[in-house]
């Protein structure tokens, strides 16, 4: 019964440096808007049969991702997905640098596969994307939903194309400070005070507490 979450964060500070620098990456300028980006390990969590069939039907969109590939199955998925024109892959960068990214996308992309996982994992990348104030295209899953006003969900990977679409539309300056507003509440200090309180709270509440009587156990060990 004393067990929290404490769910993941964003480094704040790091997206507001980038922000104020007006430039954007060399190798993610060359392409063309609207950049529709992903960033994180790129695995057997993602629908790749999904996202192959939305770029092969929005050629005019280029869906950049930024991340370590690493597959254990459906590498021929991956293969096809960026071997389109419109599809970029970048390497991995040091983590200081990722906003400098995301903040050139004009909309982040969480396509997981609809699992086990997806009901349970709590994405990363969903923080860094309201940071940066870009507009989020989910699968839906249960640690999106309680962002559902600021994102847009596609309840079945069906949905997808639509989520995308209406985020790529989602460009009200205002919006983008809500986004932004919204990530400054979800920090690592923030998360750092939770855990704090946490532990400070059950300090509090065990000292508190009665002290038992320690039972009297005989021992032939001889105490050094």
């Known amino acids: 019964r004393h067990t929290y979450l404490v769910p993941n964060a964003v480094n704040y500070?790091?997206?507001?440096?980038?922000?104020?620098?007006?430039?954007?990456?060399?190798?993610?300028?060359?392409?063309?808007?609207?950049?529709?980006?992903?960033?994180?390990?790129?695995?057997?969590?993602?629908?790749?049969?999904?996202?192959?069939?939305?770029?092969?039907?929005?050629?005019?969109?280029?869906?950049?991702?930024?991340?370590?590939?690493?597959?254990?199955?459906?590498?021929?998925?991956?293969?096809?997905?960026?071997?389109?024109?419109?599809?970029?892959?970048?390497?991995?960068?040091?983590?200081?640098?990722?906003?400098?990214?995301?903040?050139?996308?004009?909309?982040?992309?969480?396509?997981?596969?609809?699992?086990?996982?997806?009901?349970?994992?709590?994405?990363?990348?969903?923080?860094?994307?309201?940071?940066?104030?870009?507009?989020?295209?989910?699968?839906?899953?249960?640690?999106?939903?309680p962002f559902a006003s600021h994102i847009h969900l596609a309840p079945t990977p069906g949905d997808f194309e639509q989520a995308v679409r209406g985020a790529l539309a989602d460009r009200d300056p205002l919006r983008w400070r809500e986004r932004r507003q919204i990530a400054a509440q979800e920090t690592w200090e923030a998360r750092a005070k939770r855990l704090s309180e946490i532990i400070v709270d059950r300090l509090a509440t065990k000292n508190s507490l009665p002290r038992q009587p320690r039972a009297r156990t005989r021992s032939s060990a001889r105490a050094f």
């Open 13 to 145: 500070g790091s997206y507001e440096t980038a922000l104020q620098d007006p430039e954007l990456p060399s190798e993610l300028a060359a392409i063309p808007e609207p950049r529709v980006g992903y960033i994180g390990l790129i695995g057997d969590k993602l629908d790749l049969e999904m996202l192959l069939k939305l770029a092969r039907a929005n050629p005019q969109w280029s869906l950049v991702f930024l991340g370590t590939v690493r597959l254990s199955e459906r590498q021929e998925l991956w293969q096809a997905l960026v071997d389109l024109p419109n599809v970029h892959h970048l390497d991995a960068v040091p983590v200081l640098r990722v906003p400098y990214y995301v903040k050139g996308f004009q909309a982040g992309l969480m396509p997981n596969l609809q699992n086990l996982f997806a009901e349970n994992c709590n994405p990363l990348k969903l923080y860094d994307y309201l940071a940066a104030g870009i507009p989020v295209a989910s699968i839906d899953m249960p640690h999106a939903r």
